[in-house]
């Protein structure tokens, strides 16, 4: 269940980056994502669960000015810093909300690399390192730029979004995971309210402004992503305020006094606000046991949460304090279910019957390639993900992107040599994992996750699951990144192949504490745990135990209904056996399962997960495996995990040649570590119909969100 996931937002503040799901994204000083958690496995488990349509009684919605993309979910979150379904990304894509189509100051390319944004500035960016070793990036905005509903775009809504953010409220009234923009001069005192003057934000004019680094982050290899920005439609989320002369703060709106209605309505959304934060704990809690020791901590914590927001609408409020908050609230509980207003090629028009429906965004000037979207309409759509490829093959959809099911990328590919549908494919930029919590129960000794990689075939994998269309991996990469490309051969060769060894499995373990029988001074023989295997597999008893008695078992949790889950049950638990190990597989929701990961007890009882994860750009591993890495789940504490991270991320832009040789460094650490298994690779394959023209570019970071402004339909 999501109770905690919910509840300990707050947990988010020190991040670097912030989290999604499944994407990878560059808005603003945000950063990449963070892609570490992907939902492969709970859209592997939600087959029957999303939708109920079959190719019969499918309503299609497909017509000459509009394309249908089928997606297998849609939680219809349409911003960063809450729950991101990798659809809802999507749509968010298409908007510019976030992604290339937008007015972000730099953007990605189709190959990963950052790009100054020529549709948005009016010239390259201007950097300036300063005395103190900062960072100074100068940018100036085309004029002619408009919102969605014909109002300018200005230096205004790039400051206003990162001091919004930024703000020492924003996170304790909100409830996001965006903690703004924390590597520009000065976000300490200013996230912690010690001043109200952002250091590294100044505005020279209505359409330029330099943004500051502070020297603390550097060097930083792919140094764009610390100063990018992007913009907020202040007119829409903050329409009373301004911001100030110099850049540093937001101000009331010269001219403007605050009424009595303007009190009326912050109180009115904070009431809103409490009703969001109720109902989610409503849903995520049903069906739990109301005097379990989980559902009355969260409880508790949403009752100190809705005291503060009704404490604040108590007594005297400073107006400015109250349109910021009052702006904070609006992006949070208005805008991020219902966008009026973006800069992309499309803009919102509803979200309802499992059916986001976008427009064609007439003030729209463009990607940086050139390109400007031309199909009027586009519909999102949830389907059941069993019929996608029968829905586009029927004519009843006109995109399904990204099947990883290797059956069903072989009826697709048939489909295209019949002439019913066009395909597509990219290797995947992330793999599928088997991830451990390394401190504590017994996977916090690496030889027992070493001797579990030797209880495995990862070879099916491949072939089971995947159907061929896919690689086994060793390190922390997929095949698509261009540090594989260039080093990939290089590394291989420098890595343990982790292959179903049982023997190899027993001589790891004889060297952890489990080495003796139950009595806990008789050593462990392999040869009669071999005979008891063969004896009586089913019945089976005699497994290791350390010098107390504690017996040698392992515990995965893993997503219901899912392939991957089924194959590690069907493959671990009777090998391990073998090596003396007792392996239990659980399966549940992934919401449970993303709870146990993330907010585990100190005697946690599951200490082994099936996941899967995307990189994001940058690639940047400190952020998960060094001690003081905000999302490090595993609960890494190797100080060579610390040096090899920090290393990599500490390498200056233009020294590319050190940047690979860290970068083998640290998949020499991971591989020997492993912090996770690497299962697989995939390749990706996309179905589209026959109609779309100029779908001609795929790749990990450039789908069909990205090539929508050079497509056509026909």
């Known amino acids: 269940m999501k109770i905690k996931k919910v509840y300990s937002s707050l947990m988010a503040l020190g991040l670097v980056l912030t989290l999604t799901a499944c994407g990878s994204s560059t808005d603003s000083t945000k950063g990449g994502a963070e892609s570490k958690i992907e939902n492969e496995e709970a859209n592997k488990a939600t087959d029957s669960k999303n939708a109920s349509e079959t190719p019969e009684d499918f309503d299609k919605q497909t017509s000459d000015d509009t394309i249908v993309m089928g997606v297998d979910s849609l939680n219809g979150d349409f911003i960063q810093g809450y729950a991101n379904d990798g659809n809802d990304v999507k749509v968010r894509r298409f908007m510019g909300i976030e992604g290339n189509n937008g007015y972000d100051c730099y953007v990605q390319d189709e190959e990963g690399k950052f ?197 604040r609408k108590e007594g005297d409020v400073d107006p400015t304090r109250l349109l910021i908050e009052e702006a904070m609230i609006k992006l949070t509980s208005d805008y991020r279910f219902n966008p009026k207003v973006t800069c992309g090629p499309y803009k919102f028009d509803k979200f309802e019957n499992n059916m986001v429906r976008l427009d064609l965004n007439e003030n729209y000037q463009g990607n940086f390639k050139g390109d400007k979207a031309s199909i009027p309409h586009i519909i999102v759509q949830l389907v059941n993900k069993n019929i996608g490829p029968d829905l586009l093959e029927n ?106 060894n049982i023997d190899k499995a027993n001589e790891l373990l004889d060297k952890t504490p489990f080495k003796f029988e139950a009595d806990g001074k008789t050593p462990w023989d392999k040869n009669k745990a071999l005979e008891e295997f063969n004896k009586n597999q089913e019945g089976f008893d005699y497994y290791r135990y350390d010098e107390n008695g504690n017996k040698l078992v392992v515990n995965q949790y893993g997503a219901e209904q899912s392939p991957i889950t089924t194959l590690i049950s069907n493959q671990l638990p009777p090998n391990a056996k073998q090596a003396g190990m007792e392996y239990n597989v659980t399966s549940g929701s992934f919401s449970t399962l993303i709870d146990l990961y993330t907010f585990p007890k100190e005697d946690a009882e599951y200490t082994a997960f099936s996941m899967a994860s995307d990189f994001a750009t940058p690639f940047d591993p400190w952020l998960y495996y060094s001690k003081e890495g905000p999302f490090n789940r595993n609960k890494v504490d190797d100080p060579k995990a610390d040096e090899v991270t920090t290393a990599l991320r500490r390498t200056a832009p233009e020294e590319k040649e050190a940047y690979l040789d860290k970068w083998e460094e640290f998949q020499k650490w991971y591989n020997d570590y492993l912090p996770e298994i690497p299962l697989y690779s995939n390749v990706f394959h996309t179905g589209y119909s026959n109609r779309i023209k100029g779908f001609d570019i795929m790749t990990p970071v450039w789908k069909a969100s990205d090539q929508i402004n050079a497509m056509t339909i026909e």
Do not use: C
């Open 115 to 311: 790009q100054t944004n020529t549709a948005a500035l009016e010239k390259d960016p201007e950097v300036k390192i300063n005395e103190d070793g900062s960072r100074t990036t100068t940018y100036t905005i085309k004029k002619d730029l408009k919102w969605s509903d014909g109002e300018p775009i200005t230096a205004d809504d790039y400051i206003f979004g990162i001091l919004l953010e930024s703000d020492k409220d924003f996170n304790p009234l909100t409830a996001s995971m965006n903690i703004g923009a924390d590597s520009l001069l000065g976000y300490k005192a200013f996230k912690n309210g010690e001043t109200d003057s952002f250091e590294g934000i100044e505005k020279h004019d209505d359409y330029s402004f330099s943004l500051t680094v502070d020297s603390s982050q550097l060097p930083y290899f792919e140094v764009e992503v610390l100063s990018n920005a992007g913009p907020s439609p202040m007119h829409y989320i903050g329409e009373n305020l301004a911001v100030s002369e110099d850049g540093k703060k937001l101000v009331v709106k010269e001219g403007y006094e605050v009424t009595d209605k303007d009190r009326d309505d912050y109180k009115k959304s904070i009431d809103k606000q409490i009703e969001i934060l109720k109902e989610g704990f409503e849903e995520d809690s049903e069906g739990l046991d109301k005097e379990s020791d989980e559902y009355k901590e969260a409880k508790a914590d949403l009752d100190s949460k809705v005291g503060d927001l009704e404490s």
């Open 395 to 500: 004519g009843d959809i006109d995109i399904w992107e990204g099947e990883t099911d290797g059956s069903k990328i072989d009826q697709l590919k048939k489909a295209a040599d019949d002439g019913k549908i066009q395909v597509g494919s990219y290797e995947r930029n992330g793999y599928g994992n088997l991830t451990f919590l390394v401190d504590r129960g017994a996977t916090q000794y690496k030889e027992v996750r070493q001797a579990i990689a030797s209880l495995m075939d990862r070879n099916e994998f491949v072939q089971s699951f995947l159907g061929g269309y896919g690689v086994v991996t060793n390190g922390m990469y997929g095949t698509s990144q261009w540090m594989y490309k260039e080093r990939g051969a290089d590394v291989e060769g420098k890595l343990v192949n982790w292959v179903l």
